[in-house]
């Protein structure tokens, strides 16, 4: 039980309103101007537009408080989307928001085109994060634009919409003069249009000026080999990029090959996730030679990449020359026995690797070879099967 004077009623009140949900804090906001004013800050910091969230007047009327916003798209088929462009135009003018996230917006460019006019004039937005808004190659265009005059968006993500090669294109070039983004999340639909290499080519381009982008994830943007050897020739001049996410391509061996080869010159990334990209063993066995001298890479994950017994070798040899890698998941892939024989046998010497995911391997009978079971017994990596 806290201690606080009987006549310390602010002091009261704070301590009450930390522990609140929404529902509770809307009421006590109605008991006094004195409760009001204290709660009502607290329940416009993070606000959600949605059918049976916050009104747009109450928006539009505690705009000043609102940190974070959220807008769900079922929201703007029951509202004039003009109305929501002036709701979003007029937010953005306040000097507090720092998160705005629109999900199945339904946007669409004209939209994108509105937010992004509004974003350039725009000085606290940090994170910008638009989920099936519909946006296309002239709504990627218009947030470009935006880009090369607005100073403090940290993080821009794009997800499941179809901005096209021109649309990446476009955003490459605004990478060129920007320096305050950090993190760029490109996630393409199952059926538009995909930034394909030429877009992953244009972004790597920009990775080669580019100086503060940490993140970036082209996710099921249809990048074969000539888009990731186009970024593994990035990163062998890249010195900020730590994150690189590209789950859900065509890459194939070759293009593992490449950024095998960027890895091991590359000295600042330390994440790589290269998530249904048919690298197959080849491509395993490239990877694990890159990791016999990199000093950097932390996390690789090689899910669903078509690696039998002779990729798992090829990486627990790599596993007993490498000291900086930490978390290597091979979930979805078909080492069998032997390969995860091979695996935990490497942890003998390894000391490093902190989490190893072999399920779904078709991994039957690892546990019969006793020398097997002396290195499940000492090793301090969790090893999942």
């Not at 609102?66 to 002036?86: C, F, N, R």
Request: proline share 0%; glycine share 6%; net charge negative.
């Amino acid at each position: 039980m806290f201690q606080t004077h009987a006549l310390d009623l602010h002091e009261i009140r704070s301590r009450i309103a930390s522990s609140l949900d929404r529902k509770s804090l809307a009421c006590c906001a109605r008991v006094s101007q004195d409760w009001n004013n204290l709660f009502t800050p607290l329940l416009y910091r993070s606000v959600v537009l949605s059918e049976h969230g916050v009104s747009v007047e109450s928006l539009m009327r505690n705009k000043h408080l609102i940190q974070h916003v959220t807008i769900w798209g079922y929201t703007l088929e029951k509202k004039q989307s003009s109305a929501i462009d002036q709701v979003l135009s007029s937010i953005l003018t306040n000097s507090s928001l720092t998160t705005l996230s629109l999900s199945s917006a339904g946007m669409g460019d004209s939209g994108v085109q509105a937010l992004a006019e509004a974003l350039r004039a725009n000085s606290t937005l940090v994170t910008l994060a638009l989920y099936q808004s519909s946006i296309g190659c002239s709504g990627a265009r218009a947030l470009a634009e935006a880009l090369k005059v607005n100073s403090t968006l940290a993080i821009l993500s794009v997800h499941e919409d179809s901005i096209g090669s021109s649309g990446a294109q476009a955003l490459a070039e605004a990478l060129k003069t920007n320096s305050s983004l950090t993190t760029l999340n490109l996630i393409d639909n199952e059926w538009g249009e995909k930034v394909g290499d030429v877009g992953a080519q244009a972004l790597s381009d920009a990775l080669k000026t580019n100086s503060t982008l940490t993140t970036l994830t082209l996710c099921m943007t249809s990048i074969e080999c000539i888009g990731a050897q186009a970024l593994a020739d990035a990163l062998s001049t890249n010195t900020t990029l730590i994150t690189l996410k590209l789950q859900f391509n065509l890459i194939g061996c070759n293009g593992a090959q490449a950024l095998s080869e960027a890895l091991k010159t590359n000295a600042t990334l330390t994440t790589l996730d290269l998530q249904d990209n048919s690298i197959g063993d080849n491509g395993a066995q490239t990877l694990a030679d890159a990791l016999k001298t990199n000093s950097t890479l932390t996390i690789l994950m090689l899910v669903y990449n078509s690696i039998g017994e002779s990729g798992a070798r090829a990486l627990s040899e790599a596993l007993g020359a490498n000291s900086t890698l930490t978390s290597l998941n091979l979930q979805y892939n078909t080492i069998g026995d032997n390969g995860a024989q091979a695996m935990v046998k490497a942890l003998k010497t390894n000391s490093t690797l902190a989490t190893l995911n072999l399920q779904d391997n078709e991994i039957f009978g690892y546990c019969e070879d006793n020398g097997l079971e002396e290195a499940l017994r000492t090793t301090k990596c969790e090893i999942i099967f």
